[in-house]
């Protein structure tokens, strides 16, 4: 199959794959200030910079998230403002679907709010990234069951515009080497492409356990990545022990 092509001299939808999901698809999960955008904190950690944040952009990020909050900046590179630390830099890379062989898994049964609490359990033992009590919200998640104990899953994260995101791939360490992982991406993918939307991923650039397992089912490095993060500036005068009031990503 043929991946979607921006035009050209246009940024591609999966540069900024986060604002384009809340602009788009996702635009009711959408918490705005001025030109950031963000899902509610108990959704996702995603927050959608603009591509060219200013002081303006800044400012009204610091009071969306309150003083001393830590929040994600997914592929920014810039330089951050005067007050602002950087928390986390971790390289990533940005997977396509050119040709996987997505077909239906007869095991899989869709999960629902229901199951979060086992999947939030999963999620803990496994750490595949971040799984929040309303993510589930987001799009189809499928689990696979062993005498009715989830053992494995996959799901549907950022939906930008012709795109979904696979995400939250992970088995119980009990069971990894059946291929329960290969399945369900293949599962979830079926599904996507069942819309006439194209599935990509997110991941380490070190996890090359988990990229030699995408290449393998048909994904490729489209672009590299950084999951970053910061700390937004305490007000002078005020100690990172006294309580913000605004909820942290």
């Given amino acids: ?20 999901s809340l602009t788009g698809p996702h635009a009711l999960f959408a918490e705005r200030r001025g030109r950031i955008l963000r899902y509610p904190v108990d959704v996702s950690p995603w927050l959608a910079l603009p591509d060219d944040p200013g002081a303006d952009d800044w400012a009204d990020l610091a009071a969306l998230a309150g003083p001393g909050a830590e929040v994600p900046l997914p592929g920014y590179r810039g330089e951050l403002p005067a007050g602002w630390e950087l928390t986390m830099n971790i390289a990533g890379v940005q997977l396509v679907d050119e040709g996987m062989d997505a077909v239906p898994e007869p095991a899989a049964v869709r999960l629902g709010s229901a199951d979060v609490p086992e999947i939030l359990d999963l999620i803990e033992r496994t750490r595949p990234g971040p799984f929040l009590p309303r993510t589930i919200e987001l799009g189809t998640y499928l ?32 069971f990894r080497g059946e291929g329960l992982a290969t399945r369900l991406i293949r599962a979830v993918a079926y599904g996507i492409r069942e819309r006439g939307e194209t599935p990509f991923l997110h991941t380490g650039a070190e996890n090359s356990t988990a990229i030699r397992l995408y290449e393998s089912l048909g994904f490729r490095l489209r672009r590299r990545t950084a999951f970053v993060a910061a700390r937004v500036p305490e007000p002078l005068g005020q100690s990172s022990a006294e309580p913000a009031g605004v909820p942290a990503l």
Avoid at 7 to 12: K, L, Q
Avoid at 151 to 166: C, D, F, K, S, Y
């Fill in 143 to 174: 689990g696979i069951r062993r005498d009715g104990r989830l053992i494995a899953m996959a799901g549907e994260r950022l939906h930008p515009p012709g795109w979904t995101e696979v995400s939250a791939v992970c088995t119980d360490p009990a």
């Fill in 1 to 20: 199959m043929s991946v979607p092509q921006a035009r050209e001299g246009a940024r591609h939808v999966l540069d900024n794959p986060a604002r384009a």
